[in-house]
Nanobody, 127 residues
């Protein structure tokens, strides 16, 4: 059974930092998932891609709104995906989700093709 579990969310002041983790289980991370990404969804807004990366390596992708502030990384030995978030802004407030897809087709930031989703972890940034 494939499972993604996020952790690390919380409440911080603007300018602060958080590190999100996504633990994958059920299958060997790098053998099963081909592309993994972080999405976020604020109340009343659509789910948007934040950052994504191929599990086999390569250059990550970022939304323009987080470039230079967020860093996606992975530890294949631990079957874990990370999102380091620095210089947080109130507009970063959202539920953050980890997602995985076996074969990415199309745009990485489109949530439609992703097969697996975590339950989400809340990030709240106060001004």
């Amino acid at each position: 059974q494939v499972q993604l579990v996020e952790s690390g969310g919380g409440s911080v002041q603007a300018g602060g930092a958080l590190r999100l983790s996504c633990a994958a289980s059920g299958y060997t991370y790098s053998n099963y998932y081909r592309y993994m990404a972080w999405f976020r969804q604020a109340p009343g807004k659509e789910r948007e891609g934040v950052a994504g990366i191929y599990t086999g390596g390569g250059s990550p992708n970022y939304a323009d709104s987080v470039k230079g502030r967020f860093t996606i990384s992975q530890d294949n030995a631990k079957n874990t995906l990370y999102l380091q978030m620095n210089s947080l802004k109130p507009e970063d407030t959202a539920m953050y989700y980890c997602a995985a897809v076996r074969g990415l087709k199309g745009r990485w930031f489109d949530p439609g093709p992703y097969n697996y989703w975590g339950q989400g972890t809340q990030v709240t940034v106060s001004s």
